[in-house]
Structure formats: C-alpha cells, structure tokens
Nanobody, 120 residues
C-alpha cells in the first residue's frame, strides 16, 4: 500500500522555525502534485500549501511569506519550511498526494501526520 511518513514536528516557541518532511514509499512522487494540510482540534482541515510536478506552488493566505514548500524527487520527499511560527499554527500536519500533477487534483493518499505545537 502507498505510504507517506511525516516527520519534523515538535514543540517550538512563537517566532521559531520547523522543517517538516514527507517521505513517500511504494510509489514515486515525481509525477504528482503534493499538498501539506493541517487540522487543529475542533477546526476544519485546511490546505496549507501545494507543489505541482513542475514546482509551481500555492499557499494559504494565513502562511504566505512564512512557509515554503519544496520537493526533492531524488529523495522522494517533500518539505515544508515553517518560519515565524504563531500559536495559531498549532495543528497536526500531514501530506497528501493529488491524483495528478496539478494542485486541483483530488486527494487520494495521505499520511498520519506530525504534530506541531507553538507555545511559550
């Protein structure tokens, strides 16, 4: 079965940084767009960012200028660099595959996530 493993979450103070990784197994990321999503307790799921096969990127307004998505196809991994973190960024972050190379494709596989807590 296709699998994603997210890592890099943890506890960080407001204003701090974290780099999340999303490693895929049993398939290659190369041909697909990949999204990072997050969900906080009691809140709806939110797409944070997406990167297409051709490295075009999109970001939620709430993270623009603070988060950067990137991909390393040779390592079969997608990253999310998060800077200037705020308490409202606290959530479970997970990556998901889009069904094609565009960020408009439906989500078809996703991981269990990594928890990010921003608190002093």
């Amino acid at each position: 079965q296709l699998q994603f493993v997210e890592s890099g979450g943890g506890l960080v103070q407001p204003g701090g940084s974290l780099r999340l990784s999303c490693a895929a197994s049993r398939f290659t990321l190369d041909g697909y767009a990949i999204s990072w999503l997050r969900q906080a307790p009691g809140k709806e799921r939110e797409e944070v960012s997406c990167i297409t096969r051709n490295r075009l990127t999109t970001y939620a307004d709430s993270v623009k200028g603070r988060f950067t998505i990137s991909r390393d196809n040779a390592k079969n991994t997608v990253y999310l660099q998060m800077n200037s973190l705020k308490p409202e960024d606290t959530a479970n972050y997970y990556c998901a595959r889009r069904s094609n190379s565009y960020c408009s494709g439906r989500l078809d596989y996703w991981g269990k996530g990594t928890l990010v807590t921003v608190s002093s």
